[in-house]
């Protein structure tokens, strides 16, 4: 997992920390929102994200004002992007940390995996 969060914070220009917490809020909502077999298929092929995702609930997401937004707006991708944006990422590194997120997944898991991820998760195709 630490090679994965060091690839994302890389990428997206994160403190690891920050992409750490970010992985996790996006399996997070992933697990809630996406077609359950296929992300539990990538999910058990990415070691350590029951952690993150673990903690990631534990800080009840992002911060702020944008963060009380998320959780005004409640679930869906709208919440998610703006529990990001309460974390301190910006659009750029939102899609940056999504893009690198779901390429690992495809390296680990397959492509049919994460395609289906993708088309069965509402909202999801618009940002990937």
């Known amino acids: 997992m630490e090679d994965l969060i060091n690839r994302v914070a890389t990428a997206a220009g994160l403190d690891p920390a920050v992409a750490s ?4 809020m996006i399996l997070g909502f992933l697990q809630k929102e996406g077609p359950t ?4 298929t990538m999910l058990a092929a990415l070691p ?5 995702i673990a903690q990631a609930e534990a800080d009840g997401g ?3 004002l944008m963060g009380m937004m998320g959780g005004m707006m409640g ?10 944006m309460g974390a301190g990422l910006d659009m750029g590194q939102i899609s940056t940390v999504g893009r690198e ?8 898991a397959g492509d049919d ?11 999801l195709s618009q940002f990937v």
């Open 37 to 40: 077999e296929q992300v539990n």
């Open 113 to 123: 995996v994460v395609g289906q991820i993708v088309a069965g998760t509402p909202g």
């Open 101 to 108: 997120l779901l390429t690992a997944g495809r390296e680990q």
């Open 21 to 24: 917490k970010a992985i996790g």
């Open 75 to 84: 679930g869906g991708i709208m919440g998610l992007g703006a529990k990001l």
């Open 48 to 52: 350590g994200t029951s952690e993150l």
């Open 62 to 64: 992002g911060g702020g």
